[in-house]
Nanobody, 120 residues
C-alpha cells in the first residue's frame, strides 16, 4: 500500500526557514516525479517544485531562489527547503508522486499535507 506522508510544517516568523519532508512508502521515489504543491487560504493549489526520476529538480519561478528540493534515496524521502519565509508562503504543503513509466503512468498519489504558517 502506497503512503505519502508530509511533515515539518509549523509556525515560523517571517525571514525564517523550514525543511519539509515527504516520506514515501510502498513505492520507490526513483520511479516517480515527486512534486511539491501548496494551497494558500482561498487560493488554488499551486505547483512549487519537483524532483524528476533522474534526480534533477525544478522550482517554480515564483519561489525560485528561496525553495530547494533534495532527496534521500536511502530513506525514500524528498525534502523541500524553504528559506526567507514570508506571510504569502502560508498554506498547506502537499507532496505528490506521479508515475513516469508505462507501467505506472496512471499512478498519482498525494499526502495529507503539512501546514506552514508564517506570522510574527
Amino acid at each position: 500500500q502506497v503512503q505519502i506522508v508530509e511533515s515539518g510544517g509549523g509556525l515560523v516568523q517571517p525571514g525564517g526557514s523550514l525543511r519539509l519532508s515527504c516520506e514515501a512508502s510502498g513505492l520507490h521515489t526513483s520511479d516517480y516525479v515527486m512534486n511539491w504543491y501548496r494551497e494558500a487560504p482561498g487560493k488554488v493549489r499551486e505547483w512549487v517544485g519537483a524532483r524528476a526520476n533522474d534526480g534533477s529538480t525544478s522550482i517554480a519561478n515564483s519561489v525560485k531562489g528561496r525553495f530547494a528540493i533534495s532527496t534521500n534515496n536511502a530513506e525514500n524521502t524528498v525534502y523541500l527547503q524553504i528559506s526567507n519565509l514570508n506571510p504569502e508562503d502560508t498554506g498547506v504543503y502537499y507532496c505528490n508522486a506521479h508515475g513516469v513509466h508505462i507501467w505506472n503512468r496512471n499512478a498519482d498519489y498525494w499526502g495529507q499535507g503539512t501546514q506552514v504558517t508564517v506570522s510574527s
